[in-house]
Nanobody, 127 residues
Framework: QVQLVESGGGSVQAGGSLRLSCAVS????????MGWFRQVPGKEREGVAA???????YYADSVKGRFTISQDNAKRTVNLQMNSLKPEDTAMYYC?????????????????????WGQGTQVTVSS
């Protein structure tokens, strides 16, 4: 059974940093796209970043230069380092996995591409 469990959320002041981690179990890493999404109540879910099995990374324009996605195959985790956080980054952050899907195909930020989702971790950035 595939499980994705996020951790690392919390509250921080604007300009601060947080590191989110997604622990993956019951899942093989071959040719998969791992993504981070976020959602604010009343708004659509937004793709934040994604990483393919070969290490290729993709980012939303709103986080480029501030967020970094990485994966640790030995620890079976996908991480999101978030620096220079802004109040508008406040959201519930979700980890997601898309089997046999190449993030580079152009639609990595579409949630419907992903088969599995974590429960989410809250990030709150105060001004």
């Amino acid at each position: 059974q595939v499980q994705l469990v996020e951790s690392g959320g919390g509250s921080v002041q604007a300009g601060g940093s947080l590191r989110l981690s997604c622990a993956v179990s019951g899942y093989t890493y071959s040719r998969n796209c791992m993504g981070w999404f976020r959602q604010v109540p009343g708004k659509e879910r937004e793709g934040v970043a994604a990483i393919f099995t070969d290490g290729s990374t993709y980012y939303a324009d709103s986080v480029k230069g501030r967020f970094t996605i990485s994966q640790d195959n030995a620890k079976r985790t996908v991480n999101l380092q978030m620096n220079s956080l802004k109040p508008e980054d406040t959201a519930m952050y979700y980890c997601a996995a898309a089997e046999w899907y190449d993030c580079g195909s152009g639609s990595w930020s579409q949630g419907v591409r992903y088969n599995y989702w974590g429960q989410g971790t809250q990030v709150t950035v105060s001004s």
